[in-house]
């Protein structure tokens, strides 16, 4: 599986953004799909993750202003992230895996990264 991260930039302060991970290979429409940040100075944390199908899961810090999506025709994940601060600053990262929990355990396939900059 490949995985192609897109969408990021620069913004204000209260802006939005929409990142875009494009996937490859067959099997990459039934994996759990997630975004990963990681701001300078500070690990990687996970943001939000769906299953091939169910609810999306959501970092208890992230809950609210981000949205995770995901098109398992293409197969594609989405974030919108909306009302977004400087702490938001970092390079967002897509991944992959098969084997479940979201919020645990190691992602098998990593998107190259997209950095995202919040101005205040």
């Known amino acids: 599986v490949q995985l192609q991260a897109s969408g990021g930039g620069l913004v204000q302060a209260g802006g939005s953004l929409r990142l875009s991970c494009a996937a490859s290979?067959?099997?990459?429409?039934?994996?759990?799909m997630s975004w990963f940040r990681q701001a300078p100075g500070k690990e990687r944390e996970l943001v939000a993750g769906?299953?091939?199908?169910?609810?999306?899961y959501y970092s208890d810090s992230m809950k609210g202003r981000f949205t995770i999506s995901r098109d398992n025709s293409k197969p594609a994940v989405y974030l919108q992230m909306n009302s977004l601060k400087p702490e938001d600053t970092a390079v967002y990262y897509c991944?992959?895996?098969?084997?479940?929990?979201?919020?645990?355990?190691?992602?098998?396939?990593w998107g190259q990264g997209t950095q995202v900059t919040v101005s205040s």
């Open positions: 290979g067959h099997t990459a429409s039934t994996y759990i």
């Open positions: 991944a992959c895996k098969a084997v479940p929990p979201i919020s645990t355990g190691r992602y098998d396939y």
């Open positions: 769906m299953y091939g199908s169910g609810p999306p």
